[in-house]
């Protein structure tokens, strides 16, 4: 990794684990689709895979990925300074990992990536962000990097229209089960970015991430069939849900 102005002092892990926390009061099956997607892995591209994980963030899935397969290799691609940040000061040192501030709406992002194809790109919770006509986009320059046979997956919010009253007892629910997790002392979103920006470290990269995203991107949630439709239409052989929740999936698409 190329070197960086990481303060040495700042407890990464601490932020990892903040971070790991605030995402599971949305998703409390969160390692439960990190596990599915790295057996999916294991199972297609085997022990030693070269990865991209694409919107990484702070690295949680680089990091499950190298915990169960040491001689794995990751990219990790983000727009957002602060999650960079993170991911950096945690990786530093380490040469299994690159890190790659690019913009996946820019159609020339992968020209910044060390290698032309990888076995398998992954990744969690991030594009829901973008609207469909980008996703699809998207889905076409990710079917160019992954190799024959390799898979790409993505796990994220996939809303099914077709069952509003499903949808709204989940949504119900999940807001319930929320509030209590609040009561208890967990920190939500903005809670999260409200300490981040308090910090010595991540407060300049937290008000840039700011100034890029605002305070929500307005993406869009399709369904599942219509993700593995659009990723069979991009040059994907195969694609189908490995894994679901009420409101989440983990789509696999096979090259």
């Known amino acids: 990794m190329a070197d960086t102005d990481i303060t040495a002092g700042t407890d990464w892990g601490a932020w990892q684990e903040s971070w790991d926390r605030q995402q599971e009061w949305y998703m409390p099956d969160r390692e439960d689709r990190f596990r ?20 990484c963030g702070t690295g949680s899935i680089t990091a499950r990925l190298l915990a169960r397969f040491p001689g794995a290799t990751s990219t990790g691609v983000d727009l957002d300074p602060a999650l960079l940040t993170i991911a ?13 501030e690019a913009d996946l709406k820019d159609p020339d992002w992968p020209a910044r990536l060390p290698h032309d194809t990888y076995d398998a790109v992954l990744t969690a919770t991030a594009l829901h962000w973008l609207r469909t006509d ?22 994220d919010h996939m809303i ?21 997790a609040l009561s208890d002392g967990a920190l939500d979103w903005a809670e999260w970015w409200q300490l981040a920006a ?23 949630t399709p369904s599942a069939a219509w993700h593995a439709r659009v990723l069979r239409e991009k040059g994907f052989a195969e694609a189908r849900p490995v894994w679901c929740s009420p409101s989440d999936t983990l789509l696999l698409a096979v090259r």
Not at 36 to 55: C, H, K, N, S, Y
Not at 88 to 100: A, E, K
Not at 135 to 152: K, N, T
């Open 198 to 220: 308090k910090d010595p470290v991540l407060a300049a990269p937290t008000a840039r991430r700011f100034e890029i995203y605002g305070e929500h991107a307005d993406g869009e």
């Open 134 to 155: 980008p996703l699809q986009a998207l889905y076409g320059r990710i079917a160019e990097l992954v190799r024959p046979d390799g898979v790409f997956m993505n796990a």
């Open 36 to 55: 599915i997607m790295l057996d999916m892995v294991e199972a297609f591209v085997g022990d030693t895979p070269r990865v991209l994980d694409l919107a």
């Open 88 to 100: 950096r000061g945690t990786f530093r040192g380490d040469d299994r990992v690159t890190l790659v």
């Open 160 to 180: 099914d229209d077709t069952t509003p009253r499903i949808n709204a007892a989940e949504r119900a629910h999940r807001r319930e089960r929320g509030e209590r």
